[in-house]
């Protein structure tokens, strides 16, 4: 899949970010599907392109977020960096390498967040974030990292089909 | 002779056996001996019928039960169209008294341009609070223009494209707006925070508030226009040793349904930050 098929993956992924996921908080977290589906994507070595895809969702949601831009874009290829380095070493258990990938990937993203609107003097406390916003939403990007990797590889399996190093 | 004379006999007795039979049936002598002999025959025929009934159902049964499914499924159909419809009037309904609520408001402030839209959605990171509208540039809204519903202050505009715009709604915890205490002089800056709760800073600890008193937008700042309804003081808390009190301030608009809002169109912001000092480089 190349980078033309992303852009309209990552752009449905961001508008349903916007219009359903943000809608449903846990205390005031949400989950993140885009990481999630980035995340899954990464660690199933079918898309050479997967790093061009973070970058574009990282630009979205710079875009559409209040949030500085270079925020998203560092994080999601952080997250694909960090789920390509799993695969390669955990590559036995994808399962376990997609959580931690989201555990790594979710509270990276943010404490990234925290720590750029705290830079812009925007009064947030630690503790606050913490209680109230980090821990619920990497409870629910955990909640959902199993359904979507499933999902994901499904899908993916339909559509591309695996590259074969010789 | 005897011929004639054994068939007339024979004749004769039969005659007389019919004729007598005839006078005990006409007589009711019969009728034990009829019961008798009918109660096989009615039993073997109502037998038949019973089972031809039976037959009968079944063969013509199956065309039956086709066209009462064909009835019950377009009748099902119908339900679930008119169900459809009765949600869709519903919704109509909602957005109609919507909008005939923000008409209402904007017919109270006859100096304000309005500019109606629906939100389409909400800013992705959980640690801020705004919205994005699906009217921009192109409808002639502008960065800093305030945004209201016919419940009171929602936030201001913070980044317009062309057809839409993102909306730094009060609750936002970089969000401040001047306010004042409806019938009294006290003034003071209202915060957002992290969990949406708004908050009144710098309160002067003389100053007398009391639970239900209704928050209004000051004007001061130029940020926004004076008196839009924010809300009513919920809670006050206050300390000896410090020199503010703060108060704990209830919205009046729900930022959980808010749907359709109202952009103020001829509120032009007042830019202070050349005003503002600048630290001296060392």
Redesign the interface.
């Known amino acids: 899949m190349g980078i033309l098929l992303g852009l309209p993956i990552v752009i449905l992924l961001?508008?349903f970010?916007?219009?359903v996921?943000?809608?449903i908080?846990l205390l005031?977290?949400?989950a993140?599907v885009?990481l999630l589906v980035l995340a899954a994507l990464a660690l199933q070595e079918r898309i050479s392109t997967i790093y061009e895809w973070a970058v574009m969702a990282g630009i979205l949601?710079g875009l559409?977020?209040?949030?500085p831009w270079f925020i998203p874009v560092l994080g999601y290829v952080g997250v694909v960096a960090f789920a390509r380095f799993l695969r390669r070493q955990v590559w036995q258990t994808p399962v376990l390498a997609m959580l931690l990938t989201t555990l790594a990937g979710s509270l990276g993203m943010?404490f990234m967040?925290?720590l750029a609107?705290q830079a812009?003097e925007?009064?947030?406390?630690i503790v606050?974030?913490l209680n109230?916003?980090i821990l619920p939403?990497v409870f629910l990007n955990l909640v959902l990292a199993l359904p979507i990797y499933a999902l994901t590889v499904d899908v993916s399996r339909s559509v591309v089909s695996e590259e074969v190093e010789i | 002779m005897t011929g004639f004379l054994e068939r007339f006999w024979r004749t004769g007795v039969i005659f007389l056996i019919v004729a007598g039979l005839l006078f005990l049936a006409l007589g009711g002598y019969l009728n034990p001996m009829v019961r008798l002999a009918s109660a096989p025959w009615i039993a073997t025929q109502r037998w038949l019928m019973t089972r031809y009934l039976a037959f009968y159902e079944l063969v013509s049964s199956p065309q039956e039960m086709a066209a009462l499914r064909q009835q019950v499924a377009l009748l099902e159909e119908e339900n679930a169209r008119l169900r459809s419809q009765v949600i869709e009037l519903q919704q109509e309904l909602r957005k109609a008294q919507t909008t005939s609520a923000l008409l209402d408001f904007a017919r109270s402030r006859p100096g304000d341009r309005f500019v109606g839209a629906s939100v389409i959605g909400r800013d992705p990171s959980p640690f801020l609070q705004y919205i994005f509208i699906d009217k921009g540039s192109d409808d002639g809204l502008r960065r800093g223009m305030p945004v209201v519903t016919a419940e009171g202050l929602v936030g201001r505009i913070d980044a317009v494209i062309a057809n839409g715009a993102r909306v730094q709604l009060i609750t936002d915890p970089g969000a401040a707006v001047n306010v004042k205490i409806a019938n009294s002089e006290v003034e003071a800056i209202l915060s957002g925070s992290l969990t949406g709760e708004l908050t009144l800073e710098m309160l002067p600890q003389e100053a007398s508030l009391k639970v239900g008193d209704v928050v209004l937008t000051s004007g001061l700042g130029g940020n926004y226009p004076e008196n839009i309804l924010v809300g009513q003081v919920a809670a006050l808390r206050q300390q000896e040793t410090t020199l503010f009190q703060t108060a704990l301030i209830q919205p009046a608009v729900d930022f959980r349904t808010i749907r359709i809002v109202l952009v103020i169109t001829n509120f032009a912001p007042v830019d202070l930050s050349p005003l503002q000092p600048v630290s001296p480089v060392p």
Request: glycine residues 4%; aromatic residues 0%.
């Open positions: 961001t508008i970010q916007s219009v996921v943000s809608n908080p005031h977290g949400t993140d885009v949601m559409v977020s209040a949030v943010l967040q925290m609107l812009q925007v009064p947030i406390s606050e974030s109230l916003v939403a």
